[in-house]
């Protein structure tokens, strides 16, 4: 009955109650904007972290040697120093596996031309290539570290005429001679969809090139992936990882250990986005103030049009708590219904911004009865005032 | 007995000066009475019958309602009283606008705690009762004074009252209306026992009444009238 009362004294005057609840729409679709937004945000953070390798949670350790030139002459990472790095509290494993975007550079001479090209390094066990001429590069090639190389086409034919006229010819490499043992056709610059690494101009025995251009250089481990077990705090392992390698690490003599914390700079970001949305937050909650001061306004005017009704039903039986109850719930009424068109009209917004973001949004259950609860709390909060000025009324007053 | 009213004093604030309106007021009223209460304007017969009505608790002197005291009840006990004891009928009738006539008549079964659903039977015999049946989905702005009167009459009657508070209930009406009202609350009174309170000017109503009150400055005198 209270329901019907509050909802025709609503519809009696809708255009003021459209525009009172105007004002909660407003405030409550820009939170639920501003949150969607920021969860979608914050669980595309989480989930980038987490993506690879399991769900664990992983810190890039690295060296940076105070002098260039004398990089790579010794590993960065030695094996005792892996050992240790694995026994760190929190640690589940390491990976010393390379970047595949490694590349090794040769200088070849053709004709007068000095020419950086990119060489592949092969121990005779890969896949047997389509060769123009010549033949590919074997085991025997590699275990006796011979100078031999396989060039393109292009560069045989360049220099030799034809890729026949090549094989069993010279080519300076790095200032050394080598003989052409095969032809591969010319490059096509394409992707080599398999791992995805470019073509490489020269193939050479991989022993040769360590024994030739490596000199005792064994490959530089420079930077290693460690994983941290589930429920230890990234930022504590990174740094008990940086306190050990420069103290302990094997090049410490020569430069600096640092960790590139993916979690940590994705938290930053975070923080920076959290931020951003309790600041608009607040700001969004202020217009919520001020439209919980329109719904004041709003019951305070009903109440005193409304003088005569009130003395009516009081007459007629209504106690002071069951008016107090009528006004209330009109006023909880309007925010609720206004909190719950707010709410669409967020997601709504938010979804339409999302699409010019890289991320979805994402709305949870606790975000949701929030919505229900400070909407309905507002109602309440704003109405309590005019609704006990309503009951208290004199009846004797009223009805004179 | 009713109604009893013992040494009434009613004093009303009018800025720092207490205006005394009802002076030691007693008074009894027998359940079937029809009561007429006469008096000039200014008198204090509308102050007495909300007093009578429970609408106003604020007196000094003792009300016995059925030989218990009602001075010491609290408001929602009051309200309760009005409620399920009482039916009003005022001279500018009290209906509410927004609502319809059905819903007017039927406020006083809702806040007796009757479910909605189950008050569709008793409304309607209550505006047949009173000759508009065929009104209830009307608005009282669309009635006539002798219609919204009616409705005012079917909503003082729909709790079953023991007693029916009428201020004035023909003070705005012509001689012809007047008298189709008066016919229902005496028709009430005669068929149905009901106690009725009447405040009117008109001294050709006194007919339809079995006692006549006199109210002169805040002073009361009863007498019985002869049929
Ligand atoms: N709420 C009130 N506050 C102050 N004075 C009042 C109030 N109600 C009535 N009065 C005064 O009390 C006197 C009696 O009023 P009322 O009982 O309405 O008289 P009646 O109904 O006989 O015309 C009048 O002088 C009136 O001005
Ligand atoms: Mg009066």
């Known amino acids: 009955m209270l329901l019907r009362a509050a909802l025709q004294s609503l519809w009696n005057n809708k255009r003021r109650t459209i525009l009172t609840m105007l004002g909660i729409v407003i405030g409550i679709a820009s939170v639920i904007a501003i949150i969607s937004i920021g969860k979608g945000f914050q669980r595309e953070t989480v989930s980038s972290l987490t993506s690879s390798e399991s769900d664990k949670m992983s810190v890039a350790a690295y060296f940076i040697p105070d002098n260039m030139n004398q990089s790579n002459r010794s590993e960065a990472f030695s094996p005792k120093n892996l050992a240790d790095i694995k026994r760190i509290d929190g640690v589940d494993s390491v990976s010393t596996q390379q970047s595949t975007q490694t590349y090794y550079t040769v200088n070849i001479k053709v004709d007068d031309a000095v020419i950086s090209s990119t060489a592949d390094l092969l121990d005779g066990s890969e896949q047997q290539k389509i060769l123009v001429a010549g033949s590919d590069i074997d085991r025997a090639d590699n275990a006796g570290k011979k100078k031999v190389v396989i060039i393109r086409q292009n560069t045989a034919e360049k220099m030799y005429g034809s890729a026949q006229n090549a094989i069993g010819k010279g080519i300076d490499v790095n200032g050394i001679k080598f003989y052409i043992k095969g032809v591969v056709p010319a490059s096509s610059m394409q992707m080599i969809s398999f791992n995805m690494n470019f073509e490489k101009d020269v193939l050479i025995p991989k022993a040769t090139y360590q024994q030739y251009f490596e000199k005792n250089k064994k490959q530089a481990l420079t930077e290693i992936t460690v994983f941290v077990k589930p429920n230890y705090s990234v930022k504590a392992v990174s740094d008990d990882l940086v306190e050990y390698l420069n103290k302990n690490g094997n090049s410490r003599q020569m430069g600096t250990y640092g960790v590139l914390d993916m979690s940590q700079m994705m938290q930053a970001i975070g923080s920076v986005i959290n931020g951003l949305t309790y600041f608009i937050s607040a700001i969004a909650g202020i217009s919520l103030l001020i439209a919980g001061v329109g719904v004041m306004n709003m019951m305070y005017i009903s109440v005193s049009e409304r003088t005569k009704e009130i003395g009516i039903r009081r007459a007629m039986g209504a106690t002071k708590g069951s008016i107090q109850s009528q006004?209330?719930?009109?006023?909880?009424?309007?925010t609720f219904s206004g909190g719950m068109i707010g709410y669409l009209f967020g997601i709504l917004v938010a979804s339409l911004i999302a699409k010019l973001l890289p991320f979805g949004i994402y709305i949870d259950i606790p975000t949701t009865?929030?919505?229900?609860?400070v909407s309905i709390l507002i109602g309440v909060v704003f109405?309590?005032?005019?609704?006990?000025?309503?009951?208290?009324k004199d009846v004797i007053d009223i009805l004179r | 007995m009713l109604i009893e009213l013992q040494n009434i004093d009613k004093?009303?604030?009018?800025?720092?000066?207490?205006l005394q309106v009802l002076h030691g007021v007693n008074l009894q009223i027998e359940q079937g009475e029809f009561v007429g209460i006469m008096g000039p304007s200014g008198s204090g017969k509308s102050t007495l019958v909300n007093i009578l009505g429970f609408l106003d608790s604020k007196y000094e002197g003792k009300y016995l309602f059925e030989g218990h005291s009602v001075s010491g009840l609290s408001d929602s006990e009051l309200s309760h009283m009005r409620n399920r004891t009482v039916g009003f009928v005022f001279q500018d009738f009290h209906l509410i606008d927004a609502a319809t006539v059905f819903e007017n008549v039927q406020m006083p079964l809702l806040y007796a705690g009757i479910p909605s659903k189950k008050t569709a039977g008793a409304v309607a015999q209550a505006l047949e009762r009173v000759g508009i049946g065929d009104k209830s989905k009307q608005r009282p702005n669309q009635l006539s004074g002798g219609q919204k009167q009616r409705v005012a009459i079917a909503r003082a009657l729909i709790n079953q009252p023991r007693f029916i508070i009428a201020d004035e209930p023909t003070g705005a009406m012509d001689t012809k209306t007047s008298a189709s009202i008066m016919e229902i609350l005496s028709d009430l009174n005669k068929n149905e026992q009901v106690t009725v309170v009447m405040v009117t000017h008109d001294p050709t109503l006194l007919k339809y009444c079995?006692?006549?009150?006199?109210?002169v400055d805040g002073v009361v005198q009863k007498g019985t009238l002869k049929p």
């Open chain 2, 11 to 18: 004093y009303y604030p009018v800025g720092r000066e207490k």
């Open chain 1, 383 to 392: 109405s309590v005032m005019p609704a006990k000025a309503a009951a208290k």
């Open chain 1, 327 to 334: 006004f209330l719930l009109e006023g909880v009424l309007v």
């Open chain 1, 369 to 373: 009865i929030m919505t229900i609860v």
């Open chain 2, 210 to 215: 079995t006692h006549q009150i006199k109210v």
